[in-house]
């Protein structure tokens, strides 16, 4: 008899065992199936430097998911560290501006226009002197621009000014 219950046991045991085995994927597999509704936010995952490129993520803060990915642009940040620099510099000095990054200067090249925008703080500065130093065919150049300067006459069309139109009006001097 004692036998005979210890057989149904073990049948027993090994019924629980099986729910146990079939029940454990069946709430793996609802895990993974798992559905919830996105919510994704702009989120910067690589910082751009003043030579090469960063990124930008739009990723869902529930699941990490990525929807979309964009450059953050390095001649962006290159334009954002110009501006800072020439509003910081003191009265009666001169901001160098060096559109040839250290990792540009290793693949001989460099950046070769600034935004409007800088060229408005420059007018907008009388008492600070902007030096422009650039590389153009793997030669390198500097541009004195007095402080206060007008820049109206070289727009033609967009709202930047290459470094070779601005030698027009300001002479370029090899380095
Ligand atoms: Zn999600």
Redesign the pocket.
């Known amino acids: 008899m004692l036998r005979k219950w210890m057989n149904m046991l073990g049948v027993a045991m090994a019924a629980v065992i099986a729910a146990f085995t079939f029940v454990v994927p069946m709430q793996v597999q609802a895990e993974e199936v798992w559905v919830?509704t996105?919510?994704y936010r702009w989120d910067i995952e690589v910082e751009p430097t003043d030579s090469t490129d960063g990124e930008m993520v739009y990723r869902?803060s529930?699941?990490?998911?990525v929807k979309y990915r964009l450059p953050i642009s390095a001649y962006g940040k290159f334009m954002v560290d110009t501006e800072k620099a020439v509003e910081k510099t003191a009265g009666g000095s001169t901001v160098v501006i060096d559109a040839v990054p250290d990792r540009m200067k290793r693949d001989n090249e460099g950046w070769m226009s600034l935004h409007r925008s800088v060229y408005d703080l420059i007018s907008a500065r009388p008492d600070v002197t902007a030096v422009i130093d650039y590389r153009y065919k793997g030669d390198d150049y500097e541009i004195t621009i007095p402080g206060g300067s007008d820049f109206s006459d070289l727009y033609d069309g967009t709202d930047f000014i290459g470094f070779l139109k601005l030698g027009t009006k300001f002479a370029a001097t090899a380095k």
């Open positions: 919830h996105h919510t869902c529930t699941c990490g998911e």
